[in-house]
């Protein structure tokens, strides 16, 4: 079946509070997949998202197919985020409010190889600009084994995508979240490490 090439929206603030059921679900249909292996929790979801919905200067970037949110990116000045998301910059010595946050990029499989992947960043990064306070932006990526036997044979990591995007890993900086994975009887922690880069004027 040919997908159509997905309308782009952009929301932020309190207009983002329509949308958080559907980014909670996107982010529990793609995060179950490796590297994450997120074993979803409506509850949590509705409680991490709401974050944005309280910050007067989030940006949601919404993908469409039809009236259907087939993909979404989010981001948020790091200092209305929580502490764990903040610790590892003040530990670096970078000013928190200086920081435009990216949370999470989820797109639906099939949507995939249409640009979108660009467009979350050209957005974010667009929005950020706007604010006119910001001299980084930031996102964090779980660490995983390159030979983790779990990992499926075709997937890419997305290390050389973000590299060309100007985004630079911060190898001494990171924070520990923890979340259940699939076929995990309880929450355990992951190690996810920062990526940066300078948000040119």
């Known amino acids: ?6 309308r782009i929206e952009v929301v932020g603030g309190s207009k983002i509070l329509p949308h958080l059921d559907d980014v909670a679900r996107l982010r529990i249909r793609v995060f179950r997949d490796w590297p994450y ?31 259907e949110v ?36 989820v797109l639906l499989p099939e949507y995939r190889g249409f640009g979108v992947g660009h467009r979350f960043f050209d957005e974010r990064e667009a929005h950020a600009r706007r604010l006119g306070r910001f001299r980084l932006t930031a996102f964090a990526a779980v660490d995983r084994d390159e030979h983790d036997p779990r990992k499926p044979p075709a997937h890419r990591s997305n290390d050389v995508f973000w590299a060309k995007r100007g ?27 920062f990526w940066l880069r300078a948000l040119e004027d």
């Open 167 to 193: 985004y630079v890993r911060q190898a001494d900086m990171t924070m520990r979240l923890a979340w259940r994975e699939v076929g995990e009887e309880r929450e355990t922690e992951k190690p996810l490490t």
């Open 70 to 105: 087939v993909g979404a990116s989010t981001g948020l000045p790091l200092a209305d985020d929580d502490e764990a998301f903040q610790r590892p910059l003040r530990a670096r010595g970078i000013p928190v409010d200086s920081v435009f946050y990216f949370g999470e990029s």
């Open 37 to 67: 292996r997120y074993e979803g929790d409506p509850g949590y979801e509705r409680r991490y998202l709401e974050a944005y919905a309280r910050s007067p200067d989030s940006v949601f970037v919404l993908a469409f197919d039809g009236a």
């Open 1 to 6: 079946m040919n997908h159509a090439v997905p």
